[in-house]
């Protein structure tokens, strides 16, 4: 009886040595994989451009490939959601560069250096400072001019605590004036309250603003950046042209994985980011979408976002702002 129980264990135990390094060795990704964006859904923005990488992953990976709206506390919520998310390459985070400022603007129980990791900039996009129509001012030095007779009558939108009200805190802070910041979910809630004239100035996206822009319902004062972009060489740079040496590009995609996650699956979505840039259907999307694609290495994006941090907490002490 004793041989045979033996018997009984020790083939179990062969079993089971041989299913683990079976279970081990199974290819990644063999199931869904989710994308979570911490804002409202907007194909003008981050939203926009994290559901053309999870097309594109989707078709590259041979796997459901979800994207999942988590928006709230200026991008933080969903953030967070993903930074105690398994670490097995299932979950990853798509976000703007609000994630390189949120330590400076909130208190949070978490730390987006420590619990996530970058794996790569996907993409970047054009950023405006734009007002809208009934301001009845043609560039940036005539709305400030506006602006300083009673500023109490002039808010701002953003996405709460994020990358858009530091945009418009940079202009502002170059400017001597203050506004009151009205925070909303997300652009496309923020864009509508510029154009019925409840916030009168707001960071926006190339894309989200281009159709108003035509129409002359939205006036563009700026594009954030250090001089002109070719594609809309008359809109002034704010660096460069209206002297605002804070207001930099910031306008950048990104994705992260939890911390833990294995550095081999870092790597595949990174390379997954990098065939992204090189993919003609990619391509042609973000030509219509006036993005340019990127597709850095983990190594390169963790430097983008070092530095980008270290900036951002510059400014934010420069402007005066601190965590609430």
């Keep these: ?17 041989f299913v683990l390094p079976t279970m081990a060795q199974q290819p990644f990704p063999s199931k869904p994989v989710t994308v979570v964006v911490p804002y409202t859904p907007n194909p003008g923005g981050v939203d926009g451009q994290a559901r053309f990488f ?25 953030a967070e959601f993903v930074s105690r998310a398994a670490p097995d390459g299932y979950t990853f985070l798509a ?13 949070m129980n978490w730390d987006p250096d420590k619990d996530l990791i970058p794996v790569s900039n996907v993409s970047e996009f054009i950023t405006l400072i734009v007002t809208n129509k009934q301001m009845g001012v043609k560039n940036w030095a005539e709305f400030v001019a506006k602006v300083k007779i009673d500023a109490s009558k002039y808010n701002y939108g953003a996405v ?7 945009g418009a805190e940079a202009m502002l802070h170059s400017a001597g004036v203050k506004m009151t910041m009205i925070p909303y979910p997300g652009q496309s809630q923020y864009l509508q309250a510029l154009l019925t004239n409840d916030v009168q100035l707001a960071a926006v996206s190339l894309t989200g603003a ?13 594009v954030f950046s250090n001089e002109r ?19 930099k590009s910031f306008a950048w995609v990104g994705i992260f994985y939890p911390k833990g996650t294995p550095k081999a699956l870092v790597d595949k979505l990174a390379e997954a980011s990098a065939a992204y840039r ?10 219509k979408a006036q993005v340019y694609l990127v597709g850095s290495s983990a190594a390169e994006f963790q430097k983008t976002y070092e530095t980008d ?15 609430e």
């Design 95 to 107: 976000i703007g560069a609000s994630i390189s400022q949120l330590k400076y603007l909130q208190k």
């Design 54 to 78: 999870a097309q594109f992953l989707e078709k590259h990976w041979k796997v459901p490939v979800i994207v999942e709206n988590k928006p709230g506390a200026g991008s933080a919520l969903g």
């Design 1 to 17: 009886m004793k041989k045979i129980t033996q018997a009984i264990i020790g083939g179990a135990l062969g079993a089971a040595l």
């Design 210 to 222: 281009q159709q108003h822009m035509n129409t002359g319902d939205l006036v563009a004062l700026g």
């Design 278 to 287: 090189k993919d003609p259907d990619a391509i042609a999307l973000a030509q």
């Design 229 to 247: 972009v070719p594609l809309i060489p008359d809109i002034p740079s704010t660096v460069g042209d209206l002297k605002a040496p804070l207001a």
């Design 160 to 166: 709460g605590r994020s990358t858009t009200m530091l």
């Design 309 to 323: 941090s270290k900036a951002w907490g510059e400014m934010t002490r420069i402007v005066g702002l601190v965590p």
